[in-house]
């Protein structure tokens, strides 16, 4: 499979959740943590990291400009389980989203993980915020959303 540069700097919307429905993620159970159970569950919500990739950046949009929430990243090597990167909170601004929502211009570290994840999410005058992290030896990056305040949460992923 071929990658064209364009579409290597796009982002990808890697996972949403409804508010509507009323139940937001949960967090990683000891036995959820295993990349079978990934394959089986969470395949269609997580981003492959690809080979030639350096790091990534990673957005947060939603509904509703001010709207709140908590999300956990959780990385996947090559084989084994899963690798704990952080919780985060965030707090949509104002800048539009190609998808008709609102960026996070506040992202908060609340809980570190065993990656080093940088918050770049006091973002410029009501921008977009962003966390950018080392993606060595990872291969799968998944976002849970445990908290969404309102409307629908989306998670956005490109190479950096």
Not at 26 to 34: I, S
Not at 150 to 155: F, I, K
């Amino acid at each position: 499979m071929s990658y064209s540069n364009i579409k290597i700097a796009q982002e990808k919307r890697i996972c949403s959740v409804p508010f509507g429905d009323g139940t937001p993620d949960t967090t990683l159970a000891v036995t959820a943590r295993t990349d079978a159970y990934r394959k089986a569950n969470l395949a269609a919500r997580d981003a492959l990291i690809q080979d030639f990739s350096n790091g990534l950046f990673i957005s947060i949009a939603g509904t509703t400009a001010a709207d709140t929430g908590t999300f956990e990243l959780w990385g996947y090597p090559e084989k084994g389980s899963a690798e704990y990167l952080g919780t985060y909170s965030y707090v949509l601004g104002t800048q539009v989203s190609e998808d008709g929502g609102f960026y996070a211009d506040a992202i908060t570290e609340v809980t570190a993980g065993v990656h080093t994840v940088t918050v770049l999410g006091a973002a410029y005058n009501n921008g977009k915020g962003l966390l950018k992290m080392d993606s060595l030896g990872l291969k799968h990056l998944v976002v849970q959303f445990t908290v969404v305040s309102a409307g629908t949460a989306r998670a956005f992923v490109r190479p950096w």
